[in-house]
Each structure stands twice: as C-alpha cells, then as structure tokens.
C-alpha cells in the first residue's frame, strides 16, 4: 500500500542552527501539507501546495520557515533559525484531486531543539 | 472562525466497555465538513471518518459509530466493546467547503486497560 514517506523521523538540534524535513507524497497526489502538532495538541496546518504552488501559507512564521515543493513532487520544509519553541512533531500529509477530503499522514520527524 | 473542541482530555476504560469521545464545532460555513482521526503512539495520523454538513445520517462501521447533530454542533465517536488495540489518541477536525483549511481539536487520549 502506497505511504507517505517523511525524514528524518527524529532530529535534534541546538538553537540557532538550521534544520530540513523532507516528504515524499503518495505518488499522483497533487495536494501535499505540511503541520506541526505540538505535545498534547492538534496539528495545526503551516502550509498547502497544490501542485508546486502555495495555496496557504497563512500560519507559516515566514520569517524563519520556509517550504517548498519545486516540481510539484516531493517537499521540503526548513526552519532556520531553529527556537526552543519548535520543538514539536511535523507531519506531512498528501491528498487526490479527486479524493481531497481523505488526507493520509505521514510518519512525522519529531524535533527537539536544545 | 473555525473551532473544534473536544473536552475530554483522556479517558480510561477496561477492554469491552463502550466508551464516546465528544466532539463539539464552531463555523460560520453552511457547508462544511468533519472528520475523526486516530494516533496511536508510533504517531501517525490514520483517517476514520469524514462527514458532510448535509448528511446528518449516522454512520457505524463495525465496532465504530458516529453521531453527527447539527442542532448542537456535535459530532461524537463511539466505540463498542473497546479493545486494547484502540487505546491511541483520537482527533476531531473541521475544513470548511474546498478543503483549505483543517482545523483540529486537541484531541482525547483513549487508554483502554485489559
């Protein structure tokens, strides 16, 4: 069965340094997201692509992550510099144009930032 | 603006006791749509369920069941006969028509004791 594929699954790093998580969507979806889940909370949306394009951003702090999804394929998200208050889970997930209400998640990259 | 609540913040039950998590929203939207998910502890986001504004119908799937009220924006999930293979943490979300948007609640974590 086709899986959404995150890495690293875990990463620890100090403040101030910067730090990348990659997802590779379900092969021809075309809707990909990424959201961080905070211990104890509900993941929280930072950002959608249809394709290679954003079509929300608004809860992304822009001023030290940054996302992208060049060919409209796999996915980067970057956060540089890291805080202490990122510490959380990042989750990708990946939908059908077809099927876009059923969003299957990916593993997550648990990050601890010391 | 969209909201979901889910007030119980974990539950225990001994293993074949029924047991409902609560899920109560807030939206603006006429057309909207709900969602159950489950997260055991390896951490993935496994889909159960979603529900549109308009089907108020209630649903069971095997040992699942689901409660949908628009009169008290509620939209409660059952478990019949519990095991300890359900024992995870269950999230409710809400996306507003043109799935842009999910928003979930902070989830209710399921123990389920043999």
């Known amino acids: 069965e086709a899986e959404v594929a995150q890495s690293p699954r875990y990463k620890i790093t100090e403040k101030s340094q910067a730090v990348a998580f990659w997802c590779d969507p379900i092969?021809?979806?075309?809707?990909l997201y990424w959201y961080r889940q905070i211990l104890g909370q509900g993941p929280e949306l930072l950002v959608q692509?249809?394709?290679?394009?954003?079509?929300?951003d608004s809860q992304l702090p822009k001023d030290r992550f940054s996302a992208e999804r060049l060919k409209g394929v796999d996915s980067t998200l970057k956060i540089q510099p890291a805080e202490l208050g990122d510490s959380a889970m990042y989750l990708c997930a990946s939908s059908s144009l077809l099927r876009r209400e059923t969003q299957y998640f990916g593993p997550g990259t648990r990050l601890l930032v010391l | 603006a969209q909201k979901v609540t889910q007030a119980q913040t974990e539950i225990s039950v001994v293993e074949k006791e029924d047991v409902t998590l609560d899920c109560v929203y807030e939206?603006?939207?006429?057309?909207?749509?709900l969602f159950w998910y489950k997260q055991p502890p390896s951490g993935e986001l496994v889909f159960l369920i979603r529900r549109n504004s308009f089907d108020e119908q209630n649903e069971i799937s095997g040992r699942y069941s689901w409660n949908f009220q628009k009169s008290t924006s509620s939209f409660n999930f059952t478990i019949t006969a519990s095991q300890v293979v359900d024992s995870a943490v269950y999230f409710c979300a809400l996306s507003e028509a043109g799935f842009n948007k999910f928003y979930f609640g902070s989830g209710t974590k399921l123990n389920v004791k043999p």
């Open positions: 939206t603006r939207d006429t057309t909207y749509y």
């Open positions: 092969s021809g979806h075309a809707t």
């Open positions: 692509f249809q394709d290679e394009s954003v079509v929300d």
